[in-house]
């Protein structure tokens, strides 16, 4: 399924539409490191055809796509990052034992 997302970009000079950050609906931004590889590609997991951008994000792999000029991420997308979120927080270790109970 897809998740659409907004996201802040920038042009390049040579005319390249390049994505910085992913901004969610309530609130998180998430920055884009570095991106590995831009092609025309569809999502096997969500559907859709587009410009898939190959981004780094905290030192994860993940894939962000553009389609007829409308962003959106695979729907495990969403969920890998509340994880990363929850663990990268101070009190992780006592969200994962209290959501596991």
């Given at each position: 399924m897809?998740e659409?997302v907004s996201?802040?970009?920038k042009f390049?000079?040579?005319g390249?539409?390049?994505?910085?950050?992913?901004?969610?609906d309530?609130?998180?931004k998430y920055k884009i490191?570095?991106?590995t590889?831009?092609?025309?590609?569809?999502?096997?997991k969500?559907?859709g055809?587009?410009?898939?951008y190959t981004?780094q994000?905290?030192?994860?792999?993940?894939y962000?796509?553009?389609?007829?000029n409308?962003w959106f991420?695979?729907?495990?997308?969403?969920?890998?990052?509340?994880?990363?979120?929850?663990?990268l927080?101070q009190n992780?270790?006592?969200?994962i034992i209290?959501k596991?109970q």
């Amino acid at each position: 399924m897809k998740e659409y997302v907004s996201v802040t970009a920038k042009f390049d000079e040579d005319g390249s539409l390049l994505p910085l950050v992913i901004n969610w609906d309530d609130g998180r931004k998430y920055k884009i490191d570095k991106i590995t590889d831009i092609r025309f590609a569809s999502s096997l997991k969500s559907g859709g055809v587009g410009v898939r951008y190959t981004c780094q994000i905290m030192n994860h792999t993940r894939y962000l796509y553009l389609e007829s000029n409308r962003w959106f991420v695979e729907n495990n997308f969403t969920l890998y990052l509340e994880l990363i979120t929850m663990l990268l927080s101070q009190n992780s270790i006592n969200q994962i034992i209290l959501k596991t109970q």
